[in-house]
């Protein structure tokens, strides 16, 4: 069983900076892919940024630029290092991350819990 936990979300002037972080513990081999999304209050929830299984990164237009997703497996996390925050970037925002978890190809994927991002002066 593998677990999530997120971790660096909360309240930020316009033009800071956060790193939110998603850790696994459990038994699994690494961590292939990954996805972050957000939901603004009052809104839908969106994709932010992914990495495929093959290495490629996509990013929502309205944060390119100002968002980096990353996997670093030596530590068994997922990041999303968000610069130059806007008051439009407050949500809460949650991991998806895919683990292989043995030789034979079975992967396992689950969601972190979520971190509150307050962007506001």
């Known amino acids: 069983q593998v677990q999530l936990v997120e971790s660096g979300g909360g309240l930020v002037q316009p033009g800071e900076s956060l790193r939110l972080a998603c850790t696994a513990s459990?038994?699994?081999?690494?961590?292939?892919?990954t996805d972050w999304y957000r939901q603004p209050p009052g809104k839908q929830r969106e994709l932010v940024a992914a990495i495929s299984r093959g290495g490629s990164t996509t990013y929502a237009d309205s944060v390119k630029g100002r968002f980096t997703i990353s996997i670093d497996n030596a530590k068994k996390s997922v990041y999303l290092h968000m610069n130059s925050l806007r008051p439009e970037d407050t949500a809460v925002y949650s991991c998806n991350v895919d683990t292989l978890l043995d030789d034979y190809g079975t992967t396992w994927s689950g969601w972190g819990q979520g971190t509150q991002v307050t962007v506001s002066s």
């Open positions: 459990g038994r699994f081999l690494n961590i292939y892919a």
